[in-house]
């Protein structure tokens, strides 16, 4: 009786299984079933329609329609995954029966028996070559967009030095020589007409400061003529004499070797964030650190003041944040901003250092002050 029970269940497993496979091999989904040792053990129709393959052709070779460029990593992943016993999902080129490669989405689950052992592999394959096609292309926008904002950065700080160079040099020689032949003239009027020479010659210096000024915070001569630290040094200088705010600097002794678009990028990040602490986050003091690990350079700067929550930092409405965010991209790296309410902010930037330049000068330590 017991001999007949089991011989009934053997042929109705058998008979769901045949069902399975007729299901399986009347979808428009590619799909095939694997045994646990490895072994390809079905096929279905819409597979062999478009491999051109036969079953035997693929039992024998299942890598026999992929791109030769994915095997190897497909099927590393592939067999730690059923080392594991783990279900499997991958993107992968596979041959269609023309010659023609497209994209698909590999799919594969295990089927476990009433003691949790794998009896059979289960996989699908989904056609999603319109789908890479569309991420390829909308890549392609991005990167070029990307192009795009790098150009007008660069383009915009070329301006900007020039106009700076213009004023410091050509409108500020101009100012001084004024200032110089005014100081003649003054020594020649009569007492009486002293006074009104002296509030001109005010006028003259509070000018030339202001030309100094405004030539200074379009392009600090620091950054070009002495490097990064020295930049970031003065940058903090002027911020904490213009808020009050305290700035602790861990900065490195020497100037850092960087390119000058990377130097330029990462002090704008650091202008900006600097902004941003005046406008919103009423802070007492701010920490700045700069400093080279692995081949990356990192400049940090947290703040004490109101912190910020999830939804500020994911809202995305903050076009500087965006700004500082694209400028780290296009040099490789990436920023990052942590907070909460009433626990300071932290901006976090790195980028990768390559194309270093040689040394800048330090040689006036009287220039500077930390």
């Not at 190897?72 to 499997?88: C, I, P, Q």
């Not at 967009?145 to 660069?154: D, N, P």
């Not at 990064?228 to 003065?234: F, H, I, P, Y």
């Not at 790296?333 to 976090?348: F, S, Y």
Request: glycine share 6%; with cysteine; hydrophobic share 35%.
């Amino acid at each position: 009786m017991q001999f007949k029970q089991s011989t009934r269940a053997v042929q109705v497993l058998r008979h769901n299984d045949e069902v399975l496979r007729l299901v399986i091999d009347t979808i428009p989904t590619m799909a095939w079933t694997v045994r646990p040792d490895g072994v390809v053990d079905f096929i279905n129709q819409r597979w062999l329609d478009y491999t051109g393959l036969s079953v035997e052709e693929e039992i024998k070779e299942p890598t026999r329609a992929m791109h030769p460029e994915d095997v190897s990593r497909v099927m590393d992943k592939w067999l730690t995954h059923v080392a594991n016993g783990e279900s499997f999902e991958d993107e992968m080129r596979l041959r269609r029966a023309d010659g023609e490669y497209r994209w698909f989405l590999v799919r594969t689950m295990p089927l476990r028996d009433e003691r949790r052992n794998i009896v059979k592999w289960y996989g699908t394959s989904i056609d999603i070559e319109d789908r890479k096609r569309a991420e390829e292309a909308l890549q392609k926008s991005r990167d070029q967009l990307r192009a795009l904002a790098a150009r007008v950065q660069s383009v915009r700080e070329e301006e900007r030095t020039r106009v700076a160079r213009e004023i410091h040099d050509e409108l500020g020689q101009a100012l001084t020589a004024i200032k110089i032949d005014l100081s003649s003239l003054s020594r020649e009027l009569p007492a009486d007409k002293k006074q009104q020479s002296e509030s001109i010659l005010k006028l003259v210096d509070e000018t030339i400061q202001s030309v100094r000024r405004i030539s200074t915070e379009l392009r600090p001569v620091v950054l070009d003529a002495v490097g990064l630290v020295a930049a970031v040094e003065w940058a903090a200088g002027e911020f904490a004499a213009r808020t009050g705010t305290k700035c602790q600097l861990d900065l490195p002794h020497d100037d850092v070797l960087i390119d000058q678009g990377r130097a330029t990028a990462l002090f704008r990040i650091f202008q900006e964030t600097l902004t941003n602490v005046a406008r919103h986050a009423n802070a007492t003091e701010v920490n700045v650190r700069l400093a080279e690990d692995k081949g990356n350079l990192t400049l940090e700067v947290h703040d004490n003041g109101e912190g910020v929550s999830e939804e500020q930092l994911g809202s995305g409405s903050s076009l500087g944040i965006l700004g500082m965010r694209e400028r780290a991209l296009l040099l490789g790296g990436e920023l990052t901003i942590a907070g909460a309410l009433g626990e300071g902010t932290t901006v976090r930037v790195r980028i990768p250092e390559t194309h270093p330049t040689s040394p800048k000068d330090t040689s006036d330590p009287d220039s500077y002050c930390r």
